[in-house]
């Protein structure tokens, strides 16, 4: 009888404790939504521990082809694993922009302690653009409204999500000749979102911006310095700017090449030279719309809403061209660049996570295919080697594949194919 009574009371104190274990994980979930619902742009901007991505799902040649909800799924575990935790996407006209966020939203129920932010933009045109018509860039395209109300609608819907509105990507700068706006269109639009959020229609806490190139924001010529743009930095919560050296190692590479006494250096060295000044350069463009923003009386903060650099070029920056693109500049321009970032407490949307192969399709050495830090054949190239390593990326997959590396982790092999920049 004894020990009836000591096994019936065993059983009751185990599900006692079952109970309690239950209703402690339960509080504990219930506290991690609420935190992450009250978390606001300004605690997770310009904070080291919420990495920043550009993010586009798209895997086909084909862009009419739409990242499915578990594709989506997939690379937000792997981004996830790498420490990313705030998104920059744009394509609120595509259904991927909005399944993105409900896939977010799947994964935080099915598990409260993920945690995943975006940073949502509207496209914004010139009436006339992408037609057969001139683009008028002092008219707005009446899509421009549309746009704006979807972004409205989802942030609204997905406040716990969604922390950042950008009216426009690189929408301002002259050299987008086929769509550009001025800056009064942008003011507009983002002077409305701030009604929205004084009114209650959008949360107080969500923070407003245009994501452009660093000259649109007064950083370059003074064709740009309008008292539109003065306001519009006036307006905004914070400004989102582009920089991309890559780029000007062809269109501008006054930092670019093997300089005088460089070319003692061993090929590495040379390399490494010219890649610190890369991250320089950067820097200089960054400071450069600090300086104009400064000069208006004004000061807030400045996040870096696009950068990169591809792996491979056939173009103007591969081994015919400034030969900049391969894995081995890439991973340092990307190390410069999150260790200058983190160390001033600036978010860097960096360029991209996964390549996709729509944005030249025609052709599949292009570099606009080749901007991402995971390639297509879920290989992480020589920027995340080390993650591989550790096992950040054990039981994940991307397209039913494990994530290995690039060259299989052959060091020698890369760099066998790494151009040393131009002697000048």
Same mark, same amino acid.
């Given at each position: ?211 452009? &190139?660093?000259?649109? /924001? !007064?950083?370059? *010529? @003074? $064709?740009?310095?309008?008292? #539109? =743009?003065? +306001?519009?930095?006036? %307006? ?15 269109? &501008?590479?006054?930092? /670019? !090449?093997?300089? *005088? @006494? $460089?070319?003692?250096?061993? #090929? =590495?060295? +040379?390399?490494?030279? %010219? ?150």
């Amino acid at each position: 009888m004894k020990k009836f009574y000591r096994t019936i009371n065993y059983l009751f104190f185990m599900i006692l404790a079952l109970s309690c274990k239950n209703t402690t994980k339960t509080e504990s979930n219930t506290s991690v939504v609420k935190q992450q619902s009250i978390m606001k742009a300004k605690d997770i901007l310009g904070n080291p521990n919420y990495l920043a991505m550009s993010y586009g799902g798209y895997r086909q040649v084909d862009h009419d082809v739409e990242p499915t909800l578990d594709e989506l799924k997939e690379d937000l575990k792997i981004l996830s694993a790498m420490g990313v935790k705030i998104l920059r996407t744009y394509k609120v006209h595509l259904p991927q922009a909005s399944n993105l966020v409900k896939a977010i939203s799947e994964l935080k129920k099915e598990d409260a302690s993920f945690e995943m932010y975006v940073m949502l933009g509207a496209w914004i045109d010139c009436k006339n653009a992408w037609t057969d018509q001139e683009p008028d860039h002092n008219e707005e395209s009446e899509r421009n409204a549309v746009e704006i109300k979807e972004t409205v609608r989802l942030a609204a819907k997905y406040p716990d999500i969604i922390k950042v509105i950008a009216v426009g990507n690189e929408a301002m700068v002259k050299w987008a000749a086929t769509y550009y706006v001025q800056p009064g269109v942008i003011l507009k639009w983002v002077n409305h979102l701030q009604d929205l959020k004084k009114s209650g229609a959008l949360s107080k806490d969500l923070w407003i911006t245009s994501s452009d &190139n660093f000259a649109s /924001w !007064g950083g370059g *010529g @003074a $064709e740009y310095h309008v008292e #539109d =743009l003065n +306001k519009l930095i006036a %307006a905004v919560d914070f400004l989102s700017i582009h920089t991309y050296p890559m780029h000007d190692t062809h269109y &501008n590479p006054v930092f /670019w !090449g093997v300089f *005088g @006494a $460089e070319n003692d250096l061993s #090929d =590495l060295e +040379k390399i490494d030279a %010219a890649m610190l000044r890369a991250k320089g350069y950067a820097i200089s463009q960054y400071n450069s719309v600090n300086s104009y923003m400064k000069s208006l009386g004004i000061d807030k903060p400045i996040h870096i809403g696009e950068t990169g650099w591809a792996s491979v070029s056939n173009k103007d920056y591969g081994p015919k061209g400034s030969k900049a693109t391969d894995e081995y500049k890439e991973a340092l321009y990307y190390k410069h660049l999150r260790d200058w970032t983190n160390s001033e407490d600036i978010s860097l949307f960096y360029f991209e996570a996964f390549d996709e192969q729509w944005k030249d399709a025609g052709n599949p050495q292009g570099s606009e295919n080749h901007f991402g830090l995971i390639n297509l054949k879920s290989q992480a190239k020589f920027a995340l080697w080390d993650l591989v390593d550790d096992g950040t990326f054990d039981g994940l997959t991307r397209n039913g594949k494990p994530i290995t590396k690039t060259y299989n982790g052959d060091k020698n092999a890369l760099l066998k194919e790494v151009q040393i920049p131009p002697a000048k």
